[in-house]
């Protein structure tokens, strides 16, 4: 076996991705901590594997040279150095929570050490624990399987395959499935099995490999049962003849819809898949490709991802070109590429990808599905992003982190990678995600601690062996919205108005989920968010005071977004201007003082008038004056003061013609004589003034008539006489003078009461 | 001398009553009931109202009353029928008449629609019947209406024309007929 190989000898258990509940969209995972425990001299052996449950406690067992029960310290009193077998459980928050350790029974036979190489949860969440050894120092076994209850208190264990002198079984993976209640194991062996009930699958006859196999893919059912582990049946699996180096062996299984096993691995130092039927064994297909191994697989339920590890790029079975070129990194020194291949349900090859490492060989040694449609891959090396896209976090202050964590979308488009640990050998080797999408990347990190993001020191430092067991968590980064409502403006209404209540969400990306809730006058209305955008009818109840009222907006979040608010804004009720009404009013002479009949505006609302000028003025002549009218609404909190205007022809006093007289009796013909006076008392004008009556009683005067006066403007008189004769009466006798005529545009007439001279 | 003496007397009054007059002037308060009468040509319209002598310590003889009046003729109202038959010779302090008859506007027919503005004065004084100073003015206004009679609506025109245009055609033929 070729040396890189045998290094990369290591399982990765993660449950069924396609098991796990998926979310619409899923964001990037951010970094939340990272700790150590245990360690070692020996770099590869303390390569963990790891499962997690549903509420995010992280299972991890491997190979540590010392016991410990707290994150990198030594159990106290621990007699037995080297290697020890260790399930730990970790808590979501990163506290040690238990630890069980399987000691060497056999410290002078060292492949009968226990070394845990893969970890399988079942529905009722014992933990399957299965690897390398004699774990109940049989003498017999050369792997093992295990049961523990949740607390890590031994139930079953069995022995399988076999040992003398030199192991001749390895364990690389295990998966527990649902759909029947087994485990199945993966691995390799190269004869003299023990354990299970083999199959006849057409390569392996009875159940035997051929004398000139050197080795083969071995898939085992087993399943805990009252009193022990019972197996159920086991298969070889290989392409004859097998080479002298490289045999096959599997490195991972998951299962498909169906519950068939789907198993990553390696055939003759080829990276190879196959689909095995769960209920016979049965070899449904095996599609092999490049040069190179398979480490990790996962199944969407139909589709197959396989991440692995090549020392030289090829392409696909049809001459299919890699979607990222296959290249030695910075050093251009040979060495060993991340490879990630994705296959139909049937087999068929889809597409696959190389990564290189910087100045190290990466490997693909864990993988997972990450929501519908990311691929997640970790394994060791410093990886160059797609195009030289720079990670998201490197290792400061060197860069060039030790280990990598590669996001792919389901079509093998780069989505983004990300780097830690230290620039020596580093090794993520398992990724486990839960429900949560929380990601649990662990492995071993040789000759140095590291930090997380922004310097963040490990939860427990390491302890200073040659490598420690590193357990780093990463959450969906939650992207953070912001919330912006919009003011409301409108004005002060006895009725409901309605109004529509607006906000924007914003992120990283177009916030297309969730929901704003909006608060106003302690109603919530709530409305959709579409395109970042959400707007609810809201209707103000009539009669809601002018003023400003706070407008809560809550963005209840949609999947991946983080909740956010806003109440800095205000829904503004202004005053309402009163309306007046106030047409001009009529024209008035001069002389008439300002009144109701002028000063008569109106307003909608009940209030009152001041008008300027006031009631009682009595304006100069003149057209076009203006009346003012400003008014004050009773109700001040909600309507504005407001004026109205009124213009107004004030007319000249039209003229006022007088009569005075004076009487007299003409001494030589008696007659009475009237001496009549006209005076324009008006204001304008009197032309051609003229008498035309004159009457003493029913005596008309004998005075021709119209007596012409002239023009009389205003203030001036003109005097005539007007005879009437000695008949009209006797002096002394009482009678009613009567005087009239006309000016241009009017007339005028003046009745006296006299007595006759 | 008389008719010097009644120009200085008159001008005494007036000047006052130009520079700021009121709804009334002089001792003797006229108040109109309605100072502001309307109608069409054809109809009478009486003007009546009260008169008050405000003075604080006089006597004043009622002698007489004068009436301008734009637009209108001077056969279209009259005085002496009703404001001098109506009216206390004298009021004394604080004495108050009417309401009563002033005097009536006939609005001639045809007349035109407008606004006519016409003033009362009551002429008298403290010193018995010769006085004929004004010591009383009120300002009223005449509102012509338009026609509303006589001249007929265009559907009239329309209903009459075609009745005319009507009787034509069975005159023409009945005599067709004969």
């Known amino acids: ?757 | 001398m008389n008719s010097n003496r009644n120009y200085h007397r008159l001008a005494l009054l007036l000047a006052p009553m130009l520079l700021a007059a009121g709804a009334h002037a002089g001792v003797i308060t006229v108040d109109f009931t309605d100072a502001t009468l309307s109608g069409s040509p054809g109809d009478t319209l009486t003007f009546q109202g009260t008169i008050d002598n405000t003075s604080d310590d006089t006597l004043y003889y009622i002698n007489g009353a004068d009436i301008s009046l734009t637009g209108f003729g001077v056969g279209d109202y009259d005085v002496p029928d009703y404001f001098l038959v109506n009216a206390p010779l004298t009021l004394d302090v604080g004495e108050s008449a009417g309401p009563f008859d002033f005097f009536t506007v006939t609005i001639p027919t045809p007349f035109a629609p407008d606004s006519y503005f016409g003033t009362l004065m009551v002429q008298g004084g403290p010193n018995g019947s010769d006085d004929d100073d004004v010591i009383g003015t009120a300002n009223f206004e005449v509102v012509v209406n338009g026609s509303a009679a006589g001249v007929p609506e265009p559907a009239s025109w329309l209903l009459l024309a075609t009745a005319l245009a009507g009787l034509g055609i069975v005159r023409r033929l009945r005599r067709r007929r004969t």
């Not at chain 1, 209850?149 to 499935?177: F, H, K, L």
């Not at chain 1, 006031?614 to 003149?622: D, K």
Request: with cysteine; aromatic share 10%.
């Open chain 1, 1 to 757: 076996m070729i040396s890189w190989l045998r290094r990369l000898l290591a399982v990765t258990a993660v449950a069924p991705a396609w098991m796990m509940a998926v979310t619409p969209a899923v964001p990037i995972p951010a970094y939340q901590w990272h700790t150590f425990m245990g360690g070692d001299t020996n770099d590869g052996a303390n390569k963990p594997a790891t499962v997690v449950d549903a509420y995010g406690n992280l299972y991890v067992t491997g190979t540590t040279t010392y016991p410990f029960n707290t994150y990198g310290s030594a159990l106290p009193g621990d007699p037995t150095p080297g290697y020890v077998g260790y399930l730990t459980k970790i808590s979501p928050t990163g506290q040690l929570l238990w630890s069980k350790f399987y000691p060497d029974y056999e410290p002078q036979q060292p492949w009968t050490d226990v070394e845990p190489k893969a970890i399988t949860l079942d529905s009722a969440g014992n933990i399957y624990v299965a690897g390398n050894g004699n774990v109940n120092n049989d003498g017999t076994g050369g792997c093992f399987v295990m049961e523990t209850d949740p607390a890590g208190n031994m139930i079953a264990n069995a022995n399988m395959g076999y040992s003398s002198y030199w192991r001749t079984c390895a364990v690389y993976g295990m998966a527990y499935n649902p759909a029947d209640g087994y485990v199945y194991i993966t691995g390799g062996a190269s004869g003299g099995w023990r354990g299970g009930q083999p199959i006849d699958n057409g390569l392996a006859p009875n159940g035997s490999l051929p004398a000139n196999q050197m080795g083969a893919m071995f898939v085992m059912q087993a399943q805990a049962v009252l009193g022990g582990i019972a197996f159920g049946w086991v298969g070889f699996y290989f392409t004859p003849p097998g080479g002298s180096f490289g045999y096959t062996y599997g490195q991972s299984i998951t299962f498909d819809a169906s519950s068939n096993l789907i198993v990553a691995g390696n055939d003759n130092d080829n990276v190879a898949v196959w689909k095995i039927s769960n209920s016979t064994g049965a070899q449904q297909w095996e599609s092999v490709f490049g040069i190179g191994g398979g480490f990790a697989v996962a199944s969407d339920g139909g589709n197959v991802y396989v991440a692995g590890t090549v020392p030289a790029g090829w392409n696909g079975p049809s001459g299919q070109a890699p979607l990222n070129a296959f290249a030695y990194g910075g050093t251009g020194v040979a060495g060993n590429v991340a490879v990630v291949l994705k296959l139909d349900t049937n087999g068929n090859y889809l597409w696959h990808t190389f990564y290189c490492g910087n100045v190290q060989n990466t490997w693909g040694e864990g993988i997972a599905l990450y929501g519908p449609s990311t691929v997640l891959v970790d394994g060791p090396g410093d990886l160059v992003g797609y195009n030289n896209a720079a990670p998201l976090h490197d290792t400061a202050p060197t860069g060039g982190g030790g280990h990598y964590l590669l996001a792919l979308d389901n079509n093998g488009g780069y989505q983004w990678h990300t780097l830690y640990g230290v620039l020596r050998w580093d090794e993520a080797s398992s990724i486990a995600v839960d429900p949560q999408h929380d990601v649990y990347v662990s492995g071993w990190s040789g000759y140095n601690s590291w930090d997380g993001d922004n310097n963040t020191l490990p939860l427990l430092a390491a302890s200073g062996a040659a490598s420690e067991i590193f357990v780093m968590k990463f959450s969906p980064a939650t992207p953070t919205t912001t919330t912006a409502s919009a003011p409301a403006p409108i004005v002060y209404s006895p009725n409901a108005q309605n109004i529509t209540l607006s906000a924007t969400v914003t992120s990283t990306s177009t916030v297309t989920s969730g929901s704003v809730a909006f608060t106003l006058l302690g109603t919530t209305v709530s409305a959709s968010v579409i395109d970042g955008s959400a707007s609810a009818a809201f209707s103000v109840p009539g009669g809601t005071a002018a003023g400003s009222y706070t407008i809560q907006a809550s963005y209840i979040p949609g999947t991946g977004f983080a909740a956010s608010g806003d109440n800095t804004q205000q829904l503004f009720i202004s005053k309402a201007t009163p309306a007046i009404a106030w047409s001009n009013p009529a024209d008035i002479p001069y002389g008439t003082a300002l009144g109701a009949a002028q000063l008569d505006a109106t307003a909608n609302v009940p209030g009152s008038f001041q008008y300027n000028p006031p009631a009682g003025t009595v304006l100069a002549v003149g057209n076009g004056q203006t009346l003012s009218a400003a008014f004050t609404p009773t109700d001040t909190t909600d309507y504005n003061s407001a004026s109205g205007t009124a213009t107004i022809n004030v007319k000249p006093t039209p003229a006022q013609l007088v009569v005075t007289k004076t009487l007299s009796r003409d001494s030589v013909t008696h007659e009475v004589v009237v001496s009549v006076t006209v005076t324009n008392a008006g204001g304008t004008l009197a032309q051609n003034v003229q008498l035309t009556l004159g009457k003493i009683g029913t005596q008309a005067t004998t005075t021709a008539l119209p007596q012409p006066l002239g023009d009389l403007a205003s203030g001036a008189a003109a005097s005539t006489a007007l005879r009437f004769p000695a008949s009209t009466g006797n002096s002394g006798a009482a009678a009613v003078l009567s005087v009239g005529g006309t000016y241009t545009g009017g007339s005028f007439t003046s009745a006296s009461r006299i007595t006759l001279p």
